[in-house]
């Protein structure tokens, strides 16, 4: 049996895990992320990082490196399937200059990596149980390995298997709509590349971004009764029939995706829970507030949470009274933003003529100036 010993045991290498092992080697903690996965896969097509994640990477000292792996991103726009502006905003009018950033999930990863230290990751690693001893936990994977740890960081994202052992209710719930996602190959549309796009319409949203010079990340989502047998099985080619009324950069950004890129999942969060801190252990990213993608944040509040540890670790007091203060400072905010996410997309997906025309007539009276200030609210990372 292979066994070992760390001060702080991350499980989970995804954004969250990631970001959080930056936070600890910016701290000269001794940690270990346990990945589940066999190697550093290229995992997802592309996603989009707001300027409060920028930011939180800018404090964490990888702002540079995360940035010169994605596209900056200056607008963002929502349009109707005729491709009328509903809205926009344009990030360089507000307070402080800002920027979004457009990126493949794969180069992000890879950035993060590098700044983590591949050295410091484990690969296959999937936890399997947890024992609390008196030193701090044990957790056992499935391929026998044994961790001792000190502390606990359980970063597995929303279907965490840890967090199971501290929540056993934990509830996933269905958004009502799917989700189909894809990276198109092209080096034209140029004429858009800082800005993202959405598009509200009969079928359902489409949204686009560049997220390098060759690639283009889109997304497509579509009312669906959940694990929809249908929906599973859509190919390219449904996906352009479902969408062929929608505006020509839509038609053209599918017909330059491989069918082999192509993604499909049904959109889920996890229901706001009472708790993320648990004494020598803490939940982060997904695994605590998994969010709808609706407002593009679940990455920027697991990437806000590592700047947030890193803070925390940083005050006086036990480990315990840290995660605590952790849990304190993080637990609003994000949750609050599940909740404004999951209400927004029933808004976004709506298709009911009424209550469509109603949105789209009350987004276009909306003065940009208000856009900024509401994106500006959910923007500003508070500070303790
Ligand atoms: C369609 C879609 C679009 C999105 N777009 C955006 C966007 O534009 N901007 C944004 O900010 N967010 C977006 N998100 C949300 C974002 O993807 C997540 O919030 C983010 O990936 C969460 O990171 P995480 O590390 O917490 O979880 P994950 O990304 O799920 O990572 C968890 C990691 O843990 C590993 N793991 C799982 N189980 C175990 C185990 N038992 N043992 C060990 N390891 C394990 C997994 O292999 C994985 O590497 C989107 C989500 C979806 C579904």
Redesign the pocket.
């Known amino acids: 049996m292979n066994e070992m010993e760390t001060d702080y045991l991350i499980?989970?290498?995804?954004?969250?895990?990631?970001s959080a092992g930056i936070a600890l080697k910016n701290l000269n903690k001794t940690f270990v992320v346990?990945?589940?996965?066999p190697e550093a896969r290229p995992?997802?097509a592309?996603?989009?990082?707001?300027a409060n994640?920028m930011e939180a990477y800018a404090e964490l000292g990888v702002e540079d490196l995360v940035r010169n792996a994605g596209r900056v991103l200056r607008k963002v726009a929502i349009e109707d399937q005729k491709g009328n502006a509903l809205n926009r905003v344009d990030l360089r009018k507000m307070s402080k200059s800002r920027y979004n950033l457009g990126i493949h999930?794969a180069a992000l990863h890879q950035a993060l990596l590098q700044a983590v230290g591949v050295e410091n990751v484990l690969w296959n690693?999937?936890?399997?149980s947890l024992k609390e001893t008196q030193a701090g936990y044990t957790v056992e994977?499935e391929d026998g390995t044994q961790i001792k740890t000190k502390y606990l960081i359980v970063?597995?994202?929303?279907?965490?298997?840890?967090r199971t052992y501290f929540l056993p209710n934990s509830e996933i719930r269905y958004a009502g709509y799917t989700?189909w996602?894809g990276i198109a190959q092209t080096k034209t549309q140029l004429e858009s590349s800082e800005e993202a796009v959405e598009i509200w319409g009969s079928q359902g949203r489409f949204g686009y971004v560049r997220v390098n010079d060759e690639q283009v990340y889109w997304?497509a989502t579509a009312k669906f009764p959940q694990q929809s047998k249908e929906a599973a099985a859509f190919t390219l080619s449904d996906i352009k029939q479902r969408f062929s009324v929608y505006p020509k950069m839509v038609r053209e950004l599918l017909a330059q995706t491989s069918e082999k890129s192509l993604l499909w999942?049904d959109?889920i969060d996890l229901k706001p829970i009472p708790q993320f801190a648990f004494g020598k252990a803490v939940l982060?990213?997904?695994?605590a507030h998994?969010?709808t993608?609706n407002m593009?944040?679940?990455?920027?509040?697991?990437?806000e949470d590592a700047l947030e540890l890193q803070r925390c670790l940083q005050l006086n007091g036990t480990v315990e009274k840290q995660f605590s203060e952790f849990e304190k400072r993080r637990k609003d905010r994000s949750q609050l933003i599940v909740k404004r996410s999951w209400s927004l997309g029933k808004l976004a997906e709506s298709t009911s003529p009424l209550v469509v025309a109603l949105r789209n007539t009350v987004l276009k009276l909306v003065p940009e100036k208000m856009n900024l200030k509401q994106m500006e609210q959910i923007l500003n990372q508070p500070r303790f």
Request: glycine share 18%; charged share 15%.
């Open positions: 499980v989970g290498g995804g954004i969250a895990g990631l346990a990945e589940s996965t995992a997802g592309g996603i989009t990082l707001a994640a999930r690693k999937r936890s399997k994977f970063a597995e994202g929303i279907h965490s298997k840890l989700c996602r997304f999942n959109i982060i990213g997904d695994a998994a969010t993608p593009g944040q679940g990455a920027c509040q697991a990437i």
